[in-house]
């Protein structure tokens, strides 16, 4: 039986962030992880340069049952406090689009950092340690196949249950339970969305194809690319309203962001110009323009639309309603929705408001950023605070 003052379950984003800042604090830090490798999902990120912040971060770029809780974790714990830790290690980096900033080199160099940061800590960490039971007493104590281990708190940063594959577990979500901590519903998000079958026969030869659109879910509303692909659409406008999005509801998709679908169809009033080739005109590929016309039920030439007809191309230009089949699942979403319910934790230390010393930090809390460095800025901010308290 070893003792620790803090033992850290998930040695990924949140878990390396906390097993520092509790390590730096002086407290005796076990880390466990049941992978092989540390920090898998920071590795995979941002296509191998992880997307590692966000300039723009503020609380209304998180879903949550309640969106004020990621307040406090993001203030104590900044964008600006975590960019100064990468620019303290000289990693180089840049800014992708919309304040996301992204490794110039490797995602690696992210985990490299964490990794010296809890050594700086004098962290003690275990790969490769699958836990069998969690108990508390005075103390807890968690039953593992490397033997047993005792702490006076527990930092739980399981991570969601995305990618499979690479070892995402409900662990987190069932040790809440456990402790009779709620879990709200989960989701899958950031996520690409299905076709149903006339929709994927309709677009079937579109996949590859991308536009400048901006889609609405529920209180989403992302202009960004949208891409279709040979199951449906994706593309981070789609990846983000995904988030928003609810089985059974339709997705509204404006085609002309920005512009005057009405004036510009004004402008060509007369035109011989055909339908399809006029969209292209505008930007829109001309194998889109041709299947999107086509499924709308518009054909011919300008000249041709009465002006009913050129009001209603016009509307359904800027809200195209398209209802998605249903998600692609864990395996494609980048996060989960949903999570250890926020009532349950103090959201100034992320300590169970009814258990102490049982702590809960990243994506396993029902915090849910949007696409773009801020489910890691969650991990860092949460993290962070818990190590402090911890
Ligand atoms: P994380 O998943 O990082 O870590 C959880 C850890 O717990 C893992 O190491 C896992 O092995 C361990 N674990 C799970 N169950 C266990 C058990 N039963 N016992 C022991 N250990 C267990 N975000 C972003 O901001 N920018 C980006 O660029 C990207 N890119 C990206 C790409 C892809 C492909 C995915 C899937 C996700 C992203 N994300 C992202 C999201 C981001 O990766 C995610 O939100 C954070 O990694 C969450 O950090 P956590 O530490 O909470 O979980």
Known sequence: MEFYDVIVLGAGAAGLMAAASAGQRGRRVLLLDHATKLAEKIRISGGGRSNFTN??????CYLSANPHFC??????????????LVERYGIPYHEKTLGQLFCDDSSQQIID??????????VTRLMQTAVESVEKGDRFKLSTSRGVFESESLIVATG????????????????AEQFGLAVTELAPALVPLTFHADDAARFAALSGVSLDVEASAGKG????????????VSGPAILQASSYWRPGETLTIDMLP???????????AGSEQKLSNWLADIGWPKRLAEAWLEGEGYAGRVKDLNPKQATRLAEALHRWR????????????EVTRGGVDTEALSSKTMMAKAV???????????????????????AWSSGFVAGQHA
């Open 258 to 268: 920005g512009q005057s679908a009405a004036a510009l169809l004004e402008a060509s």
């Open 113 to 122: 950092m964490l990794d010296a940061e809890c050594r700086l800590g004098g």
């Open 160 to 175: 969601g249950l995305s990618i499979p594959q690479i070892g995402a577990t409900p662990f987190g979500y069932r040790l």
């Open 356 to 378: 102490p010393g049982l702590f809960f930090v990243g994506e396993v809390v029902d915090v849910t950023g949007w696409l773009g460095g801020y489910n890691f800025q969650w």
């Open 221 to 232: 509303r992302f202009r960004e690319m949208a891409l279709f692909t040979h199951k449906g």
């Open 55 to 60: 300039l723009n971060v503020r609380p209304d």
């Open 71 to 84: 307040r406090s974790a993001l203030a104590q714990y900044t964008q600006h406090d975590f960019i100064a």
């Open 322 to 333: 398209l209802l998605p089949n249903g998600t692609q699942g864990y395996k494609k979403a």
